[in-house]
């Protein structure tokens, strides 16, 4: 089966810009979710869709970071204005089940924020 | 809130050495288990995980993983390592039948010398 797909695969802006990275969740996926991962730390936990609604957005620094995952499926994460300590690589996964038995991740966007 | 210790951020060995990392939890109710693999230029995949029943479980090649309660940890081990181990390991907790995401552990890179 297809996998958990992103893009773009890289991404360098400079600081006070704006960002944006894409998913697509494995086909039937009804859990969708958003981490980061800063280099030399384990990745955290963004934000979390079930279908088109968030689960959990507690981590999420929402006076520059948004997401939305219109009609259920694909997702988009945007940052905007970026900043330094936004360098990181974004991994979405998702999961066919409601408690995250099994994630599925995709390959990740590294954003370089100069 | 939940918290992931791994003891050991880089480990070195030799083919056919036994391996065991170590990952503590602090979280004080039922807890879901999972130890997370990423090969060099992979995107991250499970490995293997603890939901409920026998706490010793055993995952994809030939990796196992025990749970104990009372020490809040679940250490990974293999008895005979390979070249083709070497990756970073990831430890991570969800609670038990939350529908939260993992929070994970900062990850030990592991070498495998030939």
């Known amino acids: 089966e297809a996998g958990v797909a992103q893009s773009p695969r890289y991404k360098i802006i400079e600081k006070r810009q704006s960002v944006a990275f894409w998913c697509n969740p494995i086909s039937g996926h009804a859990t969708l979710y958003w981490y980061q991962q800063i280099l030399g730390q384990g990745p955290k936990l963004l934000i979390q869709?079930?279908?088109?609604?968030?689960?959990?957005d507690s981590q999420l620094p929402k006076d520059r970071f948004s997401a939305e995952r219109l009609k259920g499926v694909d997702s988009t994460l945007k940052i905007q204005p970026a900043k330094l300590e936004d360098s990181a690589v974004y991994l979405c996964?998702?999961?066919?089940?409601?408690?995250?038995?099994?994630?599925?991740f995709g390959s990740g966007t590294q954003l370089s924020v100069l | 809130a939940q918290s992931v210790s791994q003891h050991n951020h880089h480990v070195i060995l030799s083919e056919a050495a036994s391996l065991e990392l170590g990952c503590n939890y602090s979280y004080g109710g039922t807890v879901n288990l999972f130890w997370y693999v990423q090969y060099p230029g992979q995107h991250l995949q499970l490995l293997l995980k603890?939901?409920?029943?026998?706490?010793l479980v055993k995952g994809i090649k030939g990796f196992e993983a025990e749970f104990i309660k009372s020490k809040f940890s679940f250490n990974l081990r293999k008895p005979s390592v390979q070249w083709s181990d070497t990756a970073e390991y990831f430890c991570a907790v969800k609670s038990g039948g939350g529908a939260d995401g993992l929070t994970f552990g900062k990850g030990t890179h592991l070498i495998i010398q030939p």
């Open positions: 869709f079930q279908n088109n609604g968030v689960v959990d």
């Open positions: 603890y939901f409920s029943g026998d706490p």
């Open positions: 996964a998702s999961s066919d089940d409601r408690v995250g038995e099994k994630l599925f």
